[in-house]
């Protein structure tokens, strides 16, 4: 049975809104809607989410089809950056990049690479010590951390080489017999349950 890390889709970026608080964008809803009617969606048994707005909005559109409730797990949250606050796209994505290649040190202040991988493997063992194996789950969440946790599944060394493609709305599957990787990052829209590694 099959586990899968989503990424939400595209936000409103608001650089006087925390980065926490932001919110899926007119694309970002449209592309998490797009999915609703996919079998796997209805398969889903649990959905745990981040506390961030925007993988909870994405979170509430899958809910919305199973009828389920959507657990709120807080350590899920992307790698604490609010050190430096909001990061204009160019910046941002020079300081990923550092991010990822010395992940045992802080970028001026914000959670290292190595202590976010930690936590998020750490919360989402957690939960599936505690989950019926034969339960299609979902865990909701961010690029960073996701891309963190698929690095410990496969067994490699942290590099932003495994990073999701950008935009987000992505997403990897795990087996839940023996947590390994089925298959990489895949556009949410294009994800099919019996999707394997190319």
Known sequence: MFALYITHPQVRIDPTVPVPLWGLSEVGAARANTIKDRPWVGRLRRIVSSAETKAIETAEILASVTGINVEIVEAMHENDRSATGFLAPPEFEEAADWF???PDKSFHGWES???AQSRIVGEVMSVLDNHDASHPIAFVGHGAVGTLLKCHLAG????RA???PGGGGNLFA???ADRSLSCDWTPIENWRENDKWP
């Open 100 to 102: 990822f290649a010395n």
């Open 113 to 115: 690479a190595a202590d």
């Open 156 to 159: 490699v060394p942290i590099s």
């Open 162 to 164: 495994h990073d999701q």
């Open 174 to 176: 795990f087996s839940l």
